[in-house]
């Protein structure tokens, strides 16, 4: 499985992007979306089950943050609206056999990352 992350960028905030991942999915695969800050741990932002389209989202992006998967395309997407300073960090997609998790040592493939920035 190789993922390809893309779509991060400078953002003001309160603005938008959307992030998308490439060779995304596999059937009874979960998809995830993690971020890392500077000096910080990865952290779970949120998932989906490839399968059923089942969502999670970590607290802090709830509302603001929308994951989706598009199955014949094999792409993953998170629409990130209302940004936040804190939200900057280096995206990453991730794929593992399984549910969702949102501990990133469970996840087997990773995308290279996609630098998102917002301004304040």
Do not use: H
Request: charged share 20%; glycine share 12%.
């Amino acid at each position: 499985v190789q993922l390809q992350a893309s779509g991060g960028g400078l953002v003001q905030a309160g603005g938008s992007l959307r992030l998308d991942c490439a060779g995304a999915g596999r059937t009874n695969y979960a998809m995830g979306w993690f971020r890392q800050a500077p000096g910080k741990q990865r952290e779970f932002v949120s998932g989906i089950t490839w399968n059923w389209g089942t969502t999670v989202y970590a607290d802090s992006v709830k509302g603001r943050f929308t994951i989706s998967r598009d199955k014949s395309k094999r792409m993953l997407y998170l629409q990130t609206n209302n940004l936040k300073a804190e939200d900057t960090a280096v995206y990453y997609c991730a794929s593992r056999s399984g549910d969702i998790t949102p501990n990133p040592s469970e996840y087997n493939f990773w995308g290279q990352g996609t630098q998102v920035t917002v301004s304040s």
